[in-house]
């Protein structure tokens, strides 16, 4: 991913569910440069626009080894089912198994069947169900977005 994608990523972003601006997207990006824990890459389709991206993160906790975490991954809107999210998928497991993790985990909405399915076909075995809650602080900082990604 480039600074210069930051306009089509952030359409992207709205398709999987999370509404951004190209400054906000473009801010974020900014805040990846030289994090060798994270990465964000893109599908370019062959007229030159994104059909996708992909970003991931290493989670690291006390109660378990450092392991990177599938942050988002959307395909554009009529370019589904080409193949364009496993060849994501696969960048993203070779970019981790590149650094020594020991493998990759992703978090899916319940609501998101076809997500759910897409993971199982590559591989991904579901290991837990859970809940996920948030607060939004007071004064705190931000964009103003969405805190459940």
Same mark, same amino acid.
């Given at each position: 991913?480039?600074?210069?994608?930051?306009?089509?990523?952030?359409?992207?972003?709205?398709?999987?569910?999370?509404?951004?601006?190209?400054?906000?997207? $473009?801010?974020?990006? $900014?805040?990846?440069?030289?994090?060798?824990? &994270?990465?964000?890459?893109?599908?370019?389709?062959?007229?030159?626009?994104? $059909?996708?991206?992909?970003?991931? %993160?290493?989670?690291?906790?006390?109660?378990?080894? *450092?392991? *990177?975490?599938?942050?988002?991954?959307?395909?554009?809107?009529?370019?589904?089912?080409?193949?364009?999210?496993?060849?994501?998928?696969?960048?993203?497991?070779?970019?981790?198994?590149?650094?020594?993790? *020991?493998?990759?985990?992703?978090?899916?909405?319940?609501?998101?069947?076809?997500? %759910?399915?897409?993971?199982?076909?590559?591989?991904? $075995?579901?290991?837990?169900?859970?809940?996920?809650?948030?607060?939004?602080?007071?004064?705190?900082?931000?964009?103003?977005?969405? &805190?459940? *990604?």
């Amino acid at each position: 991913m480039r600074a210069e994608d930051a306009a089509e990523v952030a359409v992207l972003s709205g398709q999987l569910g999370y509404p951004a601006t190209t400054e906000v997207v $473009a801010r974020r990006f $900014a805040t990846f440069a030289g994090r060798r824990d &994270l990465v964000a890459l893109v599908a370019e389709a062959a007229d030159g626009s994104l $059909a996708g991206w992909i970003q991931a %993160h290493a989670e690291t906790l006390l109660e378990s080894d *450092p392991i *990177p975490v599938i942050g988002g991954l959307v395909v554009r809107d009529g370019a589904r089912g080409r193949g364009i999210g496993r060849a994501l998928l696969e960048a993203v497991e070779a970019w981790a198994a590149a650094r020594g993790y *020991p493998g990759l985990r992703v978090r899916s909405n319940v609501v998101r069947e076809r997500a %759910h399915r897409f993971y199982e076909s590559a591989g991904y $075995a579901r290991t837990k169900t859970q809940h996920n809650f948030t607060k939004r602080l007071p004064g705190a900082g931000g964009d103003g977005g969405r &805190l459940d *990604p």
